[in-house]
């Protein structure tokens, strides 16, 4: 079974309009965290957003907010405010415990455009 | 704070032939990790060391790509001999160590290798 499932291959949107990434997950570890990544057309993964599996707020980080439904095993990436500039790759990841070699597992990403 | 280095930025080799790549991560992270991103796919982790110690290379075709880190700091990956499916970007990342929480992994800009 996929660990990680994005079901969107490419997303458009308008700018300054919110837009939000679909990302689900399988796990049985009750400990785990999830990972939202940038990557650019030049290539580096930048890091946005974390969630872990117990905390009980979602996360937030500037623009980027991440709704985070445990019983539904999501984790979609919300980007308010879109800017040209977040055109890029965006990848969801998860990390399972030691167990499981804290190893992150990526999704296969979604293609984000923004539109002016 | 500099962030991961990472070289050749490029590789073009023809296949049968030998490879290798460097990384030089974030001073102070114990934890780094080599990953294969084939076009339009997440990453896939390779190699993950703990300072100069293994702690995961289960997805490391151990007949023909190999890795080190002497010293727990730069590390190599090699790949010998090339096949075309090899053709990928090979990123590497660096975190302060492995555990709970947060503790994000920090990517380098990515070595673009094509085999011919």
């Known amino acids: 079974a996929q660990k990680i499932t994005q079901t969107q291959p490419g997303m458009f949107v308008q700018e300054k309009e919110a837009v939000t990434l679909d990302c689900t997950y399988d796990t049985s570890d009750p400990s785990y965290g999830l990972f939202w990544y940038k990557q650019p057309s030049s290539g580096e993964m930048i890091f946005l957003i974390y969630q872990g599996s117990y905390d009980q707020q979602n996360a937030t980080e500037g623009r980027y907010s991440l709704n985070f439904q445990k019983a539904r095993k999501s984790a979609n990436l919300v980007i308010s405010a879109s800017q040209l500039g977040d055109s890029a790759m965006y990848f969801c990841a998860m990390r399972e415990g030691r167990e499981y070699g804290n190893k992150l597992v990526f999704g296969a990403g979604t293609i984000l455009r923004v539109k002016s | 704070e500099a962030g991961v280095a990472q070289s050749p930025r490029y590789k073009i080799i023809e296949k049968r032939q030998s490879v290798a790549f460097w990384c030089n991560p974030i001073?102070?992270?114990?934890?780094l990790y080599w990953y294969q991103q084939i076009l339009g796919q997440g990453p896939k982790l390779l190699i993950q060391f703990q300072n100069n110690g293994v702690v995961d290379d289960s997805q490391l075709p151990k007949d023909r790509f190999s890795a080190e880190r002497l010293k727990g700091v730069d590390s190599t990956l090699k790949i010998q001999p090339a096949k075309l499916e090899d053709s990928a970007v090979y990123l590497c990342?660096?975190?302060?160590?492995?555990?709970?929480?947060?503790?994000?992994?920090?990517f380098g800009p990515g070595t673009r290798l094509t085999v011919l």
């Open positions: 001073s102070g992270h114990a934890t």
């Open positions: 990342a660096s975190s302060l160590t492995i555990g709970s929480g947060g503790h994000e992994q920090f």
